[in-house]
């Protein structure tokens, strides 16, 4: 069965982030269905557009002033 991952997981010793795409037997892609950890695909299925949201790690934060920590000279 092909399922996409919802969720981090970890299949096989590998890390695998939300949105990957594995191709599994079916117990043990219905289990992880159950578990809400992925969903049900067809092979030909799009694959989902990641979010355009601007993370804060790319820099696009407003930067906050910092203040002067006092060095008691």
Known sequence: MHIELLQA???AGRRLPAG???DL???SARWLIAQGA???VT???PTPVPSLK???RDG???ATPSTPTPTGD
Do not use: G, K, V, W
């Open 9 to 11: 997981h970890t299949h």
């Open 20 to 22: 990957a795409r594995l």
């Open 25 to 27: 037997p079916e117990a």
């Open 38 to 40: 992925a969903r049900l």
């Open 43 to 45: 092979p030909d299925s």
């Open 54 to 56: 601007p993370s804060r």
């Open 60 to 62: 696009s934060a407003a």
